[in-house]
C-alpha cells in the first residue's frame, strides 16, 4: 500500500528566503507526481506534474524534482513571498485502485 | 474552459434534510470523482465514475448518493447525514478512466458542507 509522507508538517519563514518542501512515497512504481496548493478552506490548485520518466519541472519561482528510486520529491520555492503561504500537498499516481494518494501537507506561512 | 465547476460553495444542512452537490466539468473528461477533505487531514476518495458509471465505491456510507447523468455532471445526494459529515467535498475529473493512476486530475474549488 502507498503511502506518502511530508515534511515538514509547518514551516515558517521570513519573506524573501529559498525554501524546500520534501515528499516521501514507499512504492515506487509510480506513474506521476502532483504538486498542489491549497488555500484555507478552498480546493486544489494544481502546480506542477511530473511524469515518472522525468527528473524536474519547474514554473516561475517554483521547481519540483522527483527521484523515484529514492521514493522522493522536492518543491523548491524560490524568493517565498506572503501569497505564498497555503497548504503544500503532494500526490502520487499510483497503479493501486486508488489512483491517486496524498500526503498529509505542509503548511506554510511566509511572514512579511 | 478548463475548470470545474462546484455548487453551492457553502451549504447548512439538518440531520432530517436531503440536498445535493453540484459539479460540472466541459473539459470532455470521462471520469469524474468525489473527495472528501476534514480540516487539516489530505482529501480521501468517496467515488469514482468513468463513462458515466460508478467504477469506485470507497465503502462510503449510503447516506450519501452519487450520481452522473452525463458525462459533464456529477452530481452527490445527501440524506439524514450525520454532524461527523461536515466537510470539504471536492470534486475532479480526468481524461482517462479512473482506475489509473496515470490520470491526471482537475480538481474544483470546492463545497464546505456544515451538518447541524
Request: aromatic share 8%; glycine share 8%.
Amino acid at each position: 500500500k502507498q503511502e506518502v509522507t511530508q515534511i515538514p508538517a509547518a514551516l515558517s519563514v521570513p519573506e524573501g528566503e529559498n525554501l524546500v518542501l520534501n515528499c516521501s512515497f514507499t512504492d515506487s512504481a509510480i506513474y506521476n507526481l502532483q504538486w498542489f496548493r491549497q488555500d484555507p478552506g478552498k480546493g486544489l490548485t494544481s502546480l506542477l506534474l511530473i511524469q515518472s520518466s522525468q527528473r524536474e519541472q519547474t514554473s516561475g519561482r517554483l521547481n519540483a524534482s522527483l527521484d523515484k528510486s529514492s521514493g522522493r520529491s522536492t518543491l523548491y520555492i524560490a524568493a517565498s513571498q506572503p501569497g505564498d503561504s497555503a497548504t503544500y500537498l503532494c500526490a502520487v499516481g499510483g497503479t493501486g485502485r486508488r489512483a491517486l494518494t496524498f500526503g498529509s501537507g505542509t503548511r506554510l506561512q511566509v511572514q512579511p | 474552459d478548463t475548470e470545474v465547476t462546484q455548487t453551492p460553495k457553502h451549504l447548512v444542512m439538518g440531520m432530517t434534510n436531503k440536498k445535493s452537490l453540484k459539479c460540472e466539468q466541459h473539459m470532455g473528461h470521462r471520469a469524474m470523482y468525489w473527495y472528501k477533505q476534514k480540516a487539516k487531514k489530505p482529501p480521501e476518495l468517496m467515488f469514482v465514475y468513468s463513462y458515466e458509471k460508478l467504477s469506485i465505491n470507497e465503502s462510503v456510507p449510503s447516506r450519501f448518493s452519487p450520481e452522473c447523468p452525463n458525462s459533464s455532471l456529477l452530481n452527490l445526494h445527501l440524506h439524514a447525514l450525520q454532524p461527523e459529515d461536515s466537510a470539504l467535498y471536492l470534486c475532479a475529473s480526468s481524461q482517462g478512466t479512473g482506475l489509473s493512476g496515470a490520470n491526471v486530475l482537475t480538481f474544483g474549488a470546492g463545497s464546505r458542507l456544515t451538518v447541524l
